[in-house]
């Protein structure tokens, strides 16, 4: 001030005084779902406690129930709900009316250390500490109440012989356990997880307060608090500090910022934070977090402009390569020196029974948590947390891989297939030592039965006139012996004979089964459709191909149980003599659906389905020529994981493909090959009855 401003003069000095009589008592109240104007000032308060600890608060307020806004029918059902038709001390609210209402706070900020209540008289402004500024907000725990009385009616209507129960009690084992020693790792999971919080938060003890309100002569006195005493002014001395050192007090470097920010809980990854690491750390933190991913989204999660080259290389250095995914490698998930969480079996240990079940996903899409066990002969956890990480548990076939091969990546990078396929060789050859076993342990068994044999009606027909001819002969010798009478007779018993329509072949070839799809047994396909390999026979029939392609762009995805419906009205609708079909079996329906550019869908109906076995093969139209294809083959791909899927699954699984995707390309994609039942999606004639 020594320069002097004159166009900015002191007008007035004002002395600033610090009051401390309620530096550890003062709260500031918000009520953020109320207009300022519409303060609670005179509104009754019927009761307040608070935790100091934990600065937690809780008012009860009444409600005016005489108003003309209130609906009395609706507060005599909540308070029905609430407490039921009894009447005891602890009933919510004991007028059989919700007549009042509880506000329970929240922290508005952890640190307070800026906030401040002032006041300003005759000159001085008295300045008092904030304790802490706490949001109160309506609490809608008598709604718990009220489930609780409902869960306790029900199990009092379904209660039985309670003395047949404590009889069944005591003629049960009983397992001792002995706790593990915790480890300091598992002791911090501990005390961070939600739980234990809780359960801290409900060992403090409330304080039951008494509430005056804003013209109560006991508020007018502790408001006077608020103001410095006369003792402790002649206690305050002027301001030395430099204007430096003044503005440091008030505004506090950054780094006392970020000592009070809050953490993130451990399993959320920040994508901002991420993407200040090197690539390789990227590259790491991402395969440690997801497991298994295909190598186009991890290229959709990094920076646009990412090298793939280079991301290649840093893929290589921390996961392998499985089935055209890559999976993280068993010693980034359990380095050295570290124990199994869940029984302390040492990470060398981990790794090679991780190692085992990656290399057995090499080999085939399912496998069984039995003969995994059986041969790691490592604790049940352990096992279920290494198929967890790549798998999912399907109904009577183990635990399947979770993710398609991915097909296009080998074929876009066939060195790095090669490479990784080399080291799979030289992991193959220490597990064999280390778990004594050798690959053909593991190989499919190929059976001896002869394949079965594609016979049309034509071949059946023209077989049994074959065999009729050749008995010609036979035939007239017995029509001449019988001549007398009896020729007439005799000739019509031969003609109702049943013709013989069964193949030449029958005697030395087993029939084909109605349940396999095309009559050949499944090849062991990476993809999602097991059954679409080609067809050994002849190409189906004009006709026949002209109907299938006509019935499935019109209806787009079928099963076979309605294929064969809408194929019987089209042979019915055909004038007499006008047929060009000959006998077609449901084989020949199914090769002539995969001639004709539709693929079947391995829906993965539940056990219990009470679907007959020609509803549970489904077949949807794969290529058009249009844009829209892909939408559809994505859609066939949400159905391979369940049978129903809610709408917004879908929409998941195509925005994370295709990008945005309009309303009305998911409204006609769900038009063309969906049903929907109870707020759940089912393809076209899959809804279970």
């Not at 002097?4 to 009589?21: C, F, H, N, T, W």
Request: aromatic share 8%; with cysteine.
């Amino acid at each position: 001030m020594a320069s002097g401003d004159d166009d900015d003069p002191i007008i007035e000095e004002i002395d600033v005084y610090l009051a401390k009589s309620l530096a550890d008592k003062l709260y500031l109240f918000q009520y953020p779902v109320r207009p300022a104007t519409m303060t609670y000032d005179d509104v009754n308060h019927l009761a307040a406690k608070i935790k100091p600890k934990q600065q937690r608060v809780e008012l009860e307020i009444a409600i005016d129930t005489m108003s003309p806004n209130y609906c009395r029918s609706k507060g005599e059902q909540t308070a029905l709900n609430v407490d039921g038709t009894g009447y005891d001390e602890t009933n919510t609210y004991s007028t059989k009316l919700m007549d009042k209402q509880t506000f329970s706070s929240i922290q508005a900020t952890t640190n307070t250390s800026r906030y401040a209540a002032a006041v300003f008289r005759k000159g001085e402004l008295h300045v008092t500490p904030l304790t802490g500024i706490l949001q109160m907000r309506p609490s809608f725990s008598y709604l718990d109440k009220a489930d609780n009385k409902t869960r306790e009616r029900e199990a009092a209507n379904e209660g039985g012989d309670s003395s047949q129960d404590e009889a069944e009690e005591e003629a049960k084992a009983i397992t001792v356990r002995f706790a593990r020693p915790e480890s300091e790792q598992a002791r911090q999971r501990r005390i961070q997880s939600y739980e234990f919080l809780q359960k801290k938060q409900a060992e403090e003890p409330w304080v039951h307060l008494q509430y005056h309100g804003v013209k109560d002569g006991r508020s007018e006195h502790e408001r006077q608090y608020l103001f410095c005493q006369t003792a402790d002014a002649s206690e305050n001395s002027e301001l030395v500090k430099t204007p430096k050192e003044y503005l440091t007090m008030l505004m506090p470097p950054l780094a006392e910022e970020k000592a009070v920010k809050p953490v993130g809980p451990s399993n959320v990854l920040s994508m901002a934070q991420l993407r200040t690491l090197p690539l390789g750390e990227q590259v790491k933190t991402l395969m440690k977090n997801v497991k298994v991913m295909p190598f186009a989204n991890l290229m959709g999660l990094l920076a646009s402009g990412t090298d793939s080259t280079s991301v290649l290389r840093c893929i290589q250095q921390v996961a392998l390569l499985v089935q055209g995914n890559w999976v993280v490698k068993s010693d980034v998930l359990y380095p050295k020196n570290t124990c199994s969480p869940h029984s302390g079996v040492p990470a060398e240990v981990l790794c090679r029974g991780r190692d085992f079940v990656m290399w057995r996903f090499t080999l085939e899409r399912s496998v069984m948590r039995k003969e995994i066990t059986a041969i790691i002969k490592l604790p049940p956890e352990d096992v279920k947390e290494f198929l967890e990480h790549v798998a999912a548990p399907r109904v009577n076939r183990g635990w399947e891989f979770l993710l398609p091969t991915d097909l296009d990546f080998i074929k876009k990078h066939p060195d790095v297939a090669h490479r990784q396929h080399m080291l799979w060789l030289g992991i193959q050859s220490k597990l064999e030592k280390v778990f004594n076993f050798s690959k053909e342990d593991f190989t499919p068994k190929i059976t001896s039965q002869p394949e079965p044999v594609h016979v049309s009606g034509e071949q059946r027909l023209r077989a049994a006139q074959e065999r009729a001819q050749a008995n010609q002969p036979a035939l007239q010798k017995e029509l001449d012996a019988r001549r007398g009478g009896n020729g007439v007779h005799v000739k019509q018993e031969l003609l109702d004979e049943p013709m013989d329509t069964s193949s030449p072949c029958s005697s030395s070839s087993p029939s084909i089964p109605n349940g396999s799809v095309n009559g050949y047994p499944s090849a062991t396909s990476p993809d999602f459709d097991h059954a679409n390999g080609g067809s050994p026979g002849n190409a189906p029939a004009p006709e026949l191909q002209d109907f299938v392609i006509n019935t499935f762009r019109k209806h787009f995805v079928l099963t076979l149980n309605e294929l064969k419906r809408l194929f019987n009205l089209h042979l019915a609708s055909i004038p007499a003599g006008r047929s060009v079909f000959p006998s077609i079996s449901d084989h020949m329906l199914q090769d002539a659906i995969l001639h004709c550019q539709c693929k079947q869908i391995m829906v993965p109906f539940p056990a219990q389905s009470t679907a007959a076995h020609d509803e549970q093969k489904v077949f949807g139209v794969w290529e058009t020529g249009d844009d829209f294809d892909k939408h559809r083959r994505l859609l066939y791909e949400v159905f391979t994981k369940s049978y129903r899927v809610r709408r917004n699954i879908i929409q998941a699984r195509l925005t994370q493909e295709l990008g945005d995707v309009s309303k009305a390309d998911m409204d006609r994609l769900l038009s063309e090959c969906c049903s929907s039942h109870a707020g759940m999606w089912y393809l076209k004639g899959t809804i279970q009855s």
